[in-house]
């Protein structure tokens, strides 16, 4: 399965290249990843990097890429939000400043979730994980 990954921030474009870069690095990732680009717009030279796709299967590759992922993000600074686009159109939402703060049980629990839709796929408009929604209690009402 193939899974897009967009990153909105400020400086999009630029944490997007950090982290192609660092999930580059992880063994399990190499040769899986593909950066998407857009056309350059009027006046700027070089295409600007507009995702990236990493083609995935369940296992030690989906593993790797969550805990690749949640260690990015807790290296952040500032507003970073990751999105996953799974392939039926569900997403998987993941903020910075959110896992910077998460507790050991609450990082375990992020990192399932992440594998939980990458396995099975959520439904389209997903609760974001989080401090303010873990996903045992995607029900009740956010505490944050």
């Known amino acids: 399965m193939d899974v897009r990954i967009l990153v909105d921030s400020e400086h ?23 950066p998407l ?3 350059p717009p009027p006046g700027v030279l070089g295409p600007t990097l507009e ?3 990493l083609a995935i ?12 992922l949640v260690s990015w993000l807790r290296h952040r ?4 939000r ?3 686009e799974l392939p039926d159109g ?3 939402k993941l903020e910075a400043d959110r896992v910077r703060e998460m507790t050991d049980a609450e990082l ?6 992440v594998l939980a839709g990458l396995s099975a796929g959520q439904p389209t408009g997903a609760p974001r994980v989080g401090r303010d929604r873990a996903p045992a209690d995607e029900g009740a009402a956010p505490t944050g």
């Open 37 to 39: 680009e857009a056309p």
């Open 82 to 84: 990751v999105e996953l």
């Open 108 to 113: 375990r629990g992020q990192l399932a979730a």
């Open 77 to 80: 600074s500032g507003a970073v």
């Open 90 to 92: 569900s997403r998987v």
């Open 12 to 34: 999009g474009a630029v944490h997007l290249a950090e982290l192609h870069h660092w999930l580059a690095d992880v063994p399990e990732l190499r040769g899986r990843l593909t």
């Open 57 to 68: 299967a369940p296992g030690s590759v989906a593993t790797a890429f969550a805990t690749a």
């Open 51 to 53: 995702a990236l796709l």
